[in-house]
């Protein structure tokens, strides 16, 4: 179970996602209200006015798990910094590893700027591997912002690894995983596990990476991994009285395209470094290939905010000057990295170039990815 600390904060959350911003200082409060005039005193007579509306921000996954924790430290900076200053709510749409949410966006979201949706690399993947459940068609939809995230894995103490310097011990153990889905982002920790050579046995129909961690918390799988803002925010007191070890992080691509370490958790190896240390050799072959490519399309970019096809431009616009001003308020960057880790958001022109990036996976890491997908765990498409 959560302590009771905690699920009161969540509760809190949940109610009152936009409240959030009231809990910012006056300073930053009255900054953010300067700058809003300062928009609407320079804007054309075509700027959308959001006043007395309630926007909502889809996140198809319950609550709890990184992209809700992200969606919810974002919704009350739009609420700040959109013209009029609309009421921003988080609505959850849990179910189909994200893709459920998303195609919902698709059939009932307007184009008035009233609708926006908060992706994962787990609404990405379905959409790459051309599952049977995606009845959406992201390359039309209207990017906002970017969000690069990492991940950590990490195991039950009770298995008695220290550090990734034991991952060989962890080979003759049965490991049990919580999965959305083989389809969803969670295929970037399948891929890892079985280029480790690990005996892990996927437990699928979590709705979202909260509900993994949770299924860890009450001991019913003993390995997981969390995207960094939840990682940071709830895994870590688990590290801290001893209950989870922490074993590496995905990494995070350099300015050349390498793996790195994650900024977020300099004192953990990267997933190749971890590899190097297991097996004595650097990763290579067609799985490494194919963990590479859906890495890169899954966390560079891994969380984004849209809005749908066909919305006018002056919306779009509204929104990426808002996403824009929330960065540089002094409030958010004060919280950034304690939330969301040391990652920089992308906004505008440059959310949409690593955009396309991400949806442009090579022909054949995909066809790997399907075929070893079908084999495994009978996956069609």
């Given at each position: 179970?959560?302590?009771?600390?905690?699920?009161?904060?969540?509760?809190?959350?949940?109610?009152?996602?936009?409240?959030?911003s009231?809990?910012?200082?006056?300073?930053?409060?009255?900054?953010?209200?300067?700058?809003t005039?300062?928009?609407?005193?320079?804007?054309?007579?075509?700027?959308?006015?959001f006043?007395g509306?309630?926007?909502?921000?889809?996140?198809?996954?319950?609550?709890?798990?990184?992209?809700?924790t992200?969606g919810?430290?974002?919704?009350?900076?739009f609420?700040?910094f959109?013209?009029?200053k609309?009421?921003?709510?988080?609505?959850?749409?849990?179910?189909?590893?994200?893709?459920?949410g998303?195609?919902?966006?698709?059939?009932?979201?307007k184009?008035?700027?009233?609708?926006?949706?908060?992706?994962?690399?787990?609404?990405?993947f379905?959409?790459?591997?051309?599952?049977?459940?995606?009845?959406y068609?992201m390359?039309?939809?209207?990017?906002i912002?970017?969000?690069?995230?990492?991940?950590?894995?990490y195991?039950?103490?009770?298995?008695?690894?220290k550090?990734?310097?034991?991952?060989?011990?962890?080979?003759?153990?049965?490991l049990?995983?919580g999965?959305?889905?083989?389809?969803?982002?969670d295929?970037?920790?399948?891929?890892?596990f079985?280029?480790?050579?690990?005996?892990?046995?996927a437990?699928?129909?979590?709705?979202?990476?909260?509900?993994?961690?949770?299924?860890?918390?009450?001991?019913e799988?003993?390995?997981?991994y969390?995207?960094s803002?939840?990682?940071?925010?709830?895994?870590?007191?688990?590290?801290n009285?001893?209950?989870?070890?922490?074993?590496?992080?995905?990494?995070?691509?350099?300015?050349?395209?390498?793996?790195?370490?994650?900024?977020?958790?300099?004192?953990?190896?990267?997933?190749?470094?971890?590899?190097?240390?297991?097996?004595?050799?650097?990763?290579?072959?067609p799985?490494?290939?194919a963990?590479?490519?859906?890495?890169?399309?899954?966390?560079?970019?891994?969380?984004?905010?849209?809005?749908?096809?066909?919305?006018?431009e002056?919306?779009?616009?509204?929104?990426r000057?808002?996403?824009?001003?929330?960065?540089?308020?002094?409030?958010?960057?004060?919280d950034?990295?304690?939330?969301?880790?040391?990652?920089k958001?992308i906004?505008?022109?440059?959310?949409?170039r690593?955009?396309?990036?991400a949806?442009?996976?090579?022909?054949?890491?995909?066809t790997?990815?399907?075929?070893?997908?079908?084999?495994?765990?009978?996956?069609q498409?």
């Amino acid at each position: 179970m959560l302590p009771i600390e905690r699920q009161q904060h969540y509760r809190r959350e949940y109610k009152m996602s936009w409240g959030r911003s009231f809990k910012h200082s006056l300073t930053a409060v009255c900054a953010a209200a300067a700058l809003t005039c300062g928009f609407a005193a320079s804007a054309s007579a075509q700027e959308p006015d959001f006043a007395g509306e309630r926007v909502e921000l889809i996140i198809p996954f319950s609550e709890g798990g990184g992209t809700d924790t992200w969606g919810r430290f974002w919704a009350p900076y739009f609420s700040i910094f959109l013209p009029g200053k609309p009421t921003v709510v988080v609505k959850n749409v849990p179910g189909g590893g994200s893709t459920s949410g998303a195609n919902q966006f698709e059939a009932r979201a307007k184009p008035d700027g009233l609708t926006a949706i908060g992706t994962s690399g787990s609404t990405q993947f379905p959409y790459l591997l051309q599952d049977k459940r995606v009845q959406y068609e992201m390359r039309d939809w209207r990017v906002i912002l970017a969000s690069p995230t990492g991940g950590v894995v990490y195991v039950n103490s009770d298995l008695g690894v220290k550090s990734a310097a034991d991952l060989n011990a962890l080979k003759e153990i049965n490991l049990r995983y919580g999965s959305q889905g083989a389809t969803s982002l969670d295929l970037v920790p399948l891929l890892a596990f079985e280029l480790l050579g690990l005996d892990v046995d996927a437990v699928f129909g979590m709705k979202g990476r909260g509900a993994g961690r949770l299924a860890f918390e009450r001991g019913e799988v003993n390995i997981d991994y969390q995207t960094s803002s939840a990682y940071i925010n709830n895994v870590t007191p688990l590290v801290n009285i001893g209950s989870a070890v922490p074993l590496f992080s995905w990494g995070a691509l350099d300015d050349d395209g390498n793996i790195v370490r994650d900024p977020s958790f300099p004192d953990l190896p990267s997933f190749p470094e971890a590899y190097e240390m297991m097996k004595g050799e650097k990763p290579s072959g067609p799985a490494w290939e194919a963990y590479k490519a859906f890495f890169i399309a899954g966390f560079p970019a891994q969380k984004m905010v849209f809005l749908p096809k066909d919305t006018p431009e002056n919306i779009v616009e509204a929104y990426r000057k808002a996403a824009i001003s929330a960065t540089e308020e002094e409030s958010f960057i004060a919280d950034r990295e304690a939330t969301l880790g040391a990652y920089k958001q992308i906004v505008g022109e440059p959310a949409e170039r690593i955009f396309r990036q991400a949806v442009n996976v090579p022909e054949d890491a995909r066809t790997w990815v399907q075929k070893w997908l079908t084999e495994k765990y009978s996956v069609q498409f």
